[in-house]
């Protein structure tokens, strides 16, 4: 299976962007979504935007209007634009997909928007 790993977290203050990228070991044209969760501490790991192989996108209300996801099947990469960042935003992300019914995922990559 396609192997992933994330990076671009870090520390930002509130209202900061960061851009997370999200490399495969492989192709990830035959994956047909493609998505960004998120996990803060004490609570249940949640979607926070999805990205289908065709571009098409679908976001969490929470982040509408603030994040970007896009894909880049060539590079095998998917990428997470975050702006306006929020304390709530602070989290792990992870990149991730399922294929017949099993979840993949990445190691993470640690955001903390600080005030």
């Known amino acids: 299976q396609v192997q992933l790993v994330e990076s671009g977290g870090g520390l930002v203050q509130a209202g900061g962007s960061l851009r997370l990228s999200c490399i495969a070991s492989g192709s990830i044209f035959s994956i047909n979504v493609m998505g960004w969760h998120r996990q803060a501490p004490g609570k249940q790991r949640e979607l926070v935007a999805s990205i289908t192989r065709g571009g098409r996108a679908t976001y969490v209300e929470a982040v509408l209007g603030r994040f970007t996801i896009s894909r880049d099947n060539a590079k095998n990469t998917v990428y997470l634009q975050m702006n306006s960042l929020k304390l709530e935003d602070t989290a792990v992300y992870y990149c991730?997909?399922?294929?017949?019914?099993?979840?993949?995922w990445g190691q993470g990559t640690q955001v903390t928007v600080s005030s």
């Open positions: 991730g997909y399922t294929t017949f019914g099993t979840d993949y």
